[in-house]
């Protein structure tokens, strides 16, 4: 639907390349004039900093959006030692500098070391993120210079790989993160740095891939932008997106499919399925266990079409 009510047909999943110096908002913003659709949303906040791939959702598409962020991220981020920050990226207020151990720019221990990160723990989100408490954003209250007292919360890395080392001054570690919903990478590297008797901070960050979208499925804002009204053909492909096994029905069957209606008799296979014509995705249903059928959690009316 576009700013005015009509609706302008678009429904889709992009893949944005989000360059540095923009919020994830900024992103959809520019999404939104580009397709004239007021319907438009992200899975998976990017910090202003960051780089890397952006999951925007347009038109009812959104519908699919919670079914999107849970979605493991990977990331290639760079670790800076001997310097703390206020924000614990590149982006703060440096807070401590420390002298950084001789040792850390030896690759063995920088590879044994970043290989204990694997594994669920425990981290403390920064002073400076969106987490709220009490209804008050953190960076609002430290901007205020009333930091919150955040608890602390259970993440999982679950992949953890040193790709390179810069010796510097300062030293510097570039890791490749797959972790899990709410982790931050920023935390991370702050962590990391009290671990090795120093400080550190993120130096950069760049999202490699989110759920199974990957930066080679990603565009360019500027692709987006000149795709005018052919901006459908820049959409991926929905049962690539959310990652989940498909029910294909007949496409005689799709409507009623993409209005609610419940499957066919079928054996429980995966809790959660896909459900979708040759064509189109139609709704994604979850087996019900008291019914002992799939029945539907989202529905797409219209549809939303599958790439070729």
């Known amino acids: 639907m576009s700013r005015r009510g009509v609706p302008t047909g678009i429904s889709g999943i992009l893949a944005v390349d989000k360059p ?15 397709t004239s659709e007021r319907r438009v949303g992200h899975a998976g ?16 598409a959104t519908r699919l959006t919670p079914y999107l962020l849970s979605a493991d991220k990977e990331y290639r981020a760079v670790v800076a030692f001997g310097t703390a920050t206020d924000t614990d990226d590149a982006e703060g207020t440096v807070t401590e500098t420390a002298d950084v151990p001789e040792d850390l720019a030896d690759d063995g221990v920088a590879r044994a070391t970043v290989a204990t990160l694997s594994g669920t723990r425990t981290q403390v989100p920064p002073a400076y993120s969106a987490v709220k408490r009490g209804g008050v954003p953190a960076h609002r209250a430290a901007r205020a210079g009333t930091p919150l007292d955040l608890p602390a919360r259970t ?22 993160l797959t972790v899990s919903k ?21 130096a950069a960050l760049r999202r490699t891939r989110s759920g199974a979208v990957a930066l080679h499925d990603a565009r360019t804002l500027r692709e ?37 209606s419940p499957l066919p008799e079928r054996e429980r296979g995966a809790e959660y399925v896909v459900v979708a014509s040759a064509t189109h995705v139609l ?18 009316p219209g549809g939303v079409a599958r790439c070729a």
């Open 45 to 60: 906040t990017l910090d202003p900093a960051a780089t890397g791939v952006l999951v925007v959702l347009v038109g009812p």
């Open 224 to 260: 987006v932008e000149c795709a005018g009204p052919d901006v459908a053909t820049l959409f991926i492909d929905p049962v690539l997106a959310l990652g989940l096994p498909v029910v294909e029905v007949p496409e005689e069957l799709a409507p009623r499919i993409a209005t609610g």
């Open 182 to 202: 709410g982790t931050y990478v920023r935390s991370i590297a702050r962590d990391l740095g009290e671990q090795l008797g120093t400080c550190a901070h993120l």
């Open 155 to 176: 993440v999982t890395i679950s992949e953890a790989e040193l790709l390179g080392i810069e010796p510097g001054p300062p030293v510097a570690w570039t890791v490749s």
């Open 283 to 300: 709704a994604i249903h979850k087996w019900n266990d008291a019914l002992q059928r799939y029945r539907p959690l989202v529905v797409l």
């Open 20 to 34: 540095a110096g923009m919020t994830s908002h900024d992103v959809v913003a520019r999404v939104r004039r580009a």
